[in-house]
């Protein structure tokens, strides 16, 4: 009898585990929608929405400071290197491409002339940045922005870029969508953008890439479609979220674990690379449009609609 408690007893510790999350809202001192975050480290993180609006905190979420606007406009989407140390970072926005070399005190613009929606620097010097319109490329730098290659990801005038994930200097990844039939592509370049191959053409809308590796990656979008490739792409597999809810968000902080954020306040949650996914109670009802967090853990934090912030320390 004692055996079978024990076994109930750490199947009920188990379910409690998974469902309690534990997130908390703080004040982000805004009521603008918030599109995107950046957790540097255990301490700093900056997220971005419309306005201009860019917040910083420096003890991992718990307060939150505007720094200076690097546009009136929106900004879509931040990149802070980790060897830039939460200092140099850079910004995509709707109507140019900024850096600041001082946590956001100050920022230059780089780019000007377009509707950049996402960036993605895997050091201080290397990096892309997509611009959706009036046409859609790359921008590629090797020197921290101080000059940029324009690279075509496709030949095709009516797809319109909206992410890109870059794994390496050779291995990036493009996620386009053409709006009058509401379908999703997905490029890649295994060789630094000289040329891209066509891996997935799919009649839904899809809003986010999020990589482990060159290998594994997922592709989150809109009424709960999930998919996974873990062959670099030659292959996606369907995953099954139990929900139809639209899934704005998602990141991969290790190996294993990965979250995803979407309508409603829904937050969802892997341990496995992506293969499984269980649902987490946000205590909140509006909807989460970015996600970021440590290797370790040690902090998540979620945001968006109507100036929502969300961390966990669990």
Known sequence: MKKVFKILLSGFILIGAYSYSQWVSVTSGTSNFL???FVVNSGTAFTCGISGTVLR????GLNWTSVTQPTS?????????SDGNGITGWAAANDGFYKTTNSGVNWTSQLSGGNYTAVWFINLNTGIVIRSSPSSQIQYTSNGGASFQDINFTTRT???????AMLSTAIWYVLARKNTNDSSFVFKSTNGGSSFILTLPVVSIHN?????DPNTGILAGNNGALRRTTDGGNNWTVINTGTSLSLFSSSFINSNTGYVVGSGGLILKSTNAGANWFSQTSGTTQSLFGVSGTSDES?????GSNGTILRTTN
């Open 299 to 303: 902090i998540v934090i979620a945001c």
């Open 35 to 37: 599109s995107s975050v």
């Open 57 to 60: 905190t420096t003890n991992a």
């Open 208 to 212: 986010k890439l999020a990589f482990i």
């Open 73 to 81: 406009g929106t900004v879509n989407s931040l990149s802070f290197p």
């Open 158 to 164: 009516d797809l319109v870029g909206t992410d890109v």
